[in-house]
């Protein structure tokens, strides 16, 4: 996207550099938090951890390096913190969310399952009676 003049208030509201909001600019409330950036599935599957006791979960916490300008962001982490007595380590776990797959989005769960073996990446589906999970190997 080109940048013009008139888009600098927008962006300096957006960034905290600015106190008021700018006249053109129209900001929903689910905008502003991590559950209102999720799509139907996503939220679905949000409610489905909230429901199951993770001691830790966040929403998109961390966005993992893969190559030079090759990000992948899994939708949600959790942490099973009554794991984590010594000497079991904490088991951490990355969650995908997915509709249907695009090859591009398996080469990259794939590709991160490789190169940070200390997360557990879990990609889901949603089906008729809950959801389908696949542990991604790396």
Known sequence: RNWTEADLPEFQYRKGERAEVPEKTKIRLNDLTPEGRLNKTEAAFWAHLNLGGKSW???????????????????????????????????????????????????KIKVAARMYPWIQFIAVQKIKDGWKEEVIQP
């Open 57 to 107: 979960r966040m929403i998109q916490p961390i966005k993992l390096q893969l190559a030079h300008l090759c990000t992948y962001t899994p939708d949600f982490f959790t942490v099973d913190l009554a794991e984590c007595e010594p000497p079991h380590p904490c088991v951490v776990t990355a969650w995908e969310v997915k509709g249907f797959w695009r090859d591009d989005a398996r080469v």
